[in-house]
């Protein structure tokens, strides 16, 4: 979809039967859109309704030179221990959890508190 923005309405109109769990790690992807106040759900809750079972967005403006930090740690977490590449869409909380307290040295607080978990 590189010619195209990808909307929810798209992902929605797809179906994934089998969605577990998504990453948004762009900006403002767990709130509203003040230029379309029609809309009522943002993204991640977009993403829940189409049957993702667990996400993680943004509140706000994500730097993504420190986020990257946050991201490499979340991943760390999800997969470990590495059970033969199983994703386990329960452990999201912990794993963003166990991230944010592994980059406090590195990350400022208002870049670690931006990432909220959505879900089981």
């Known amino acids: 979809m590189r010619d ?7 992902i929605m109109d797809k179906g994934f039967p089998h969605a577990e769990f998504a990453f948004l ?23 829940q309704f189409s049957r993702f079972k667990s996400v993680v ?3 706000w403006e994500v730097d993504n030179f420190v ?21 386990d869409c329960t452990k ?7 991230a944010t307290h592994a980059v406090k040295t590195k990350v400022p607080l208002e870049q670690r ?6 879900g089981v």
Do not use: Q
């Not at 992807?29 to 759900?41: C, H, L, N, Q, S």
């Not at 508190?113 to 959505?118: E, L, T």
């Open 4 to 10: 195209e923005h990808l909307t929810l309405l798209d």
């Open 67 to 87: 986020a990257k930090h946050i991201v490499e740690a979340f991943y760390k977490y999800m997969f470990h221990p590495k059970e033969e590449g199983v994703m």
């Open 25 to 47: 790690s762009t900006c403002h992807t767990a709130v509203g859109d003040k230029e379309t106040p029609d809309e009522v759900i943002h993204l991640a809750a977009g993403l």
């Open 92 to 98: 999201a909380a912990w794993a963003l959890n166990c």
């Open 57 to 59: 967005g943004t509140l």
């Open 113 to 118: 508190m931006v990432f909220v978990h959505i």
